[in-house]
């Protein structure tokens, strides 16, 4: 197949600027309901479009065409951002006022963002992958847990928080980008594994080898032990807890928690129940050898990790949230160093796991002998 599909998908992409200008531009636009029918017209057009368009070299993979209608969204959410903080106007009002206002506040204007621009690469790459025949599938992990994780936060954020009051029929539109993940991962966890070619003795030597000969496991062990650690103080103070640390971190440290809109909260809640377990599960991987679930686990959770931290930081210093919520100057350096650790920490693990899988490999024999008896 060649790349005329991928091109095709590109050039859509892009031509969510001049159709945002359009219908922004259109009389009548003014309504809930005619924002959400013109959101779903949109979303069924690309559809069509895009078959049309990829002609005789039409992709295999059913995939490419969620990538590429996800792609032009992703273009539409960085309109979206830039008009928020006042970069550009007249794309995204009618949208922002009848379709989704929620995105108007900083936890929103930052998701945007983050779809964009890193989710936007994402897409970008994984549509190259299938007109090219490449294996996508880390890539296609690390956005699941990437988008998972903002959409987990952004519904639930919205439904319980002071935005619940000002939801739209437009908010529907995001059951595509709840269905549509769960199929993608289901068949993307199904494609077959692209591994660095190693013999079973290298692999034999690599899981005999002690942890104390093993540095950098050691040192994202240390890392694991202080996100647990993290993630249970701001659980703790997501939950009203009433000790004296937990007041003083609130107010003192990250006073973010106590904003209305319920995004850091939920953000927090959301780190507890599904983070704190797989952390646990984490170290015993970089204990027990065998564990080929680390492979997989540890990049949708490095997607998760560094999507939840991108908008909580900058949300937590975005001028569009309250002074009195945005972190203390006195606190910002500590602030900043304790997130920064817990992102790139969640990044360096699955880049261990991904470029010196064999500790983590199962049912390897441990010796050529034993290969051959296995062969024979």
Same mark, same amino acid.
């Given at each position: 197949?060649?790349?005329?599909?991928?091109?095709?998908? *590109?050039?859509?992409?892009?031509?969510? #600027?001049?159709?945002?200008?359009?219908?922004?531009?259109? !009389?009548?636009?003014?309504?809930?309901?005619?924002? @959400?029918?013109?959101?779903?017209?949109?979303?069924?057009?690309?559809?069509?479009?895009?078959?049309?368009?990829?002609?005789?070299?039409?992709?295999?993979?059913?995939?490419?065409? #969620?990538?590429?209608? *996800?792609?032009?969204?992703? $273009?539409?959410?960085?309109?979206?951002?830039?008009?928020?903080?006042?970069?550009?106007?007249?794309?995204?009002?009618?949208?922002?006022?009848? %379709?989704?206002?929620?995105?108007?506040?900083?936890?929103?204007?930052?998701?945007?963002?983050?779809?964009?621009?890193?989710?936007? #690469?994402?897409?970008? /790459?994984?549509?190259?992958?299938?007109?090219?025949?490449?294996?996508?599938?880390? #890539?296609?992990?690390?956005?699941?847990?990437?988008?998972?994780?903002?959409?987990? /936060?952004?519904?639930?954020?919205?439904?319980?928080?002071?935005?619940?009051?000002?939801?739209? =029929?437009?908010?529907?539109?995001?059951?595509?980008?709840?269905?549509?993940?769960?199929?993608?991962?289901?068949?993307?966890?199904?494609?077959?594994?692209?591994?660095?070619?190693?013999?079973?003795?290298?692999? &034999?030597?690599?899981?005999?080898?002690?942890?104390?000969?093993? =540095?950098?496991? $050691?040192?994202?062990?240390?890392?694991?032990?202080? &996100?647990?650690?993290?993630?249970?103080?701001?659980?703790? +103070?997501?939950?009203?807890?009433?000790?004296? *640390?937990?007041? /003083?971190?609130?107010?003192?440290?990250? =006073?973010?928690?106590?904003? !209305?809109?319920?995004?850091?909260?939920?953000?927090?809640?959301?780190?507890?129940?599904?983070?704190? =377990?797989?952390?646990?599960?984490?170290?015993?991987?970089?204990?027990?050898? %065998?564990?080929?679930?680390?492979?997989?686990?540890?990049?949708?959770? &490095?997607?998760?990790?560094?999507?939840?931290? @991108?908008?909580?930081?900058?949300?937590?210093?975005? !001028?569009?949230?309250?002074?009195?919520?945005? $972190?203390?100057?006195?606190?910002?350096?500590?602030?900043?160093?304790?997130?920064?650790?817990?992102?790139?920490?969640?990044?360096?693990?699955?880049?261990?796991?991904?470029?010196?899988?064999?500790?983590?490999?199962?049912? +390897?024999?441990?010796?050529?002998?034993?290969?051959?008896?296995?062969?024979?």
């Amino acid at each position: 197949m060649g790349p005329g599909a991928g091109i095709a998908a *590109f050039l859509l992409s892009l031509s969510a #600027v001049p159709v945002s200008h359009l219908i922004n531009s259109l !009389p009548g636009v003014d309504s809930p309901e005619v924002v @959400f029918a013109a959101g779903a017209a949109v979303l069924l057009g690309l559809f069509l479009v895009l078959y049309l368009l990829a002609g005789g070299s039409r992709p295999k993979d059913p995939l490419f065409y #969620v990538f590429a209608v *996800f792609s032009f969204t992703s $273009v539409i959410d960085l309109v979206i951002s830039l008009e928020q903080d006042g970069y550009i106007k007249g794309f995204m009002t009618f949208y922002m006022k009848e %379709g989704e206002p929620y995105l108007r506040s900083a936890y929103g204007i930052l998701i945007c963002y983050w779809d964009g621009t890193v989710h936007y #690469v994402l897409y970008l /790459t994984m549509i190259g992958a299938i007109t090219l025949g490449w294996n996508y599938r880390s #890539v296609g992990l690390y956005w699941l847990g990437s988008l998972m994780m903002s959409l987990i /936060t952004l519904l639930l954020g919205t439904s319980v928080g002071k935005f619940g009051s000002e939801i739209r =029929p437009a908010f529907l539109l995001n059951i595509p980008y709840v269905l549509l993940p769960i199929w993608a991962g289901k068949k993307i966890v199904g494609s077959p594994r692209s591994l660095p070619s190693a013999s079973a003795d290298q692999v &034999a030597k690599e899981q005999t080898r002690w942890l104390y000969r093993r =540095p950098l496991d $050691v040192c994202l062990m240390v890392y694991l032990a202080f &996100a647990i650690m993290y993630t249970l103080l701001r659980g703790f +103070v997501a939950l009203d807890c009433s000790l004296d *640390f937990c007041d /003083t971190y609130k107010y003192d440290q990250e =006073p973010y928690l106590l904003d !209305p809109v319920m995004y850091p909260r939920i953000q927090m809640l959301v780190n507890m129940f599904y983070l704190l =377990p797989f952390f646990g599960l984490a170290l015993y991987g970089l204990i027990v050898p %065998g564990c080929a679930w680390m492979l997989d686990i540890t990049l949708v959770f &490095a997607g998760a990790i560094a999507q939840a931290q @991108f908008a909580h930081v900058g949300a937590s210093l975005h !001028p569009r949230t309250s002074f009195t919520y945005r $972190v203390p100057n006195n606190a910002l350096s500590d602030f900043l160093y304790a997130n920064t650790i817990f992102a790139i920490g969640a990044q360096l693990l699955a880049l261990r796991c991904a470029i010196c899988p064999g500790f983590f490999l199962k049912g +390897v024999p441990r010796n050529s002998q034993e290969m051959e008896k296995k062969v024979n």
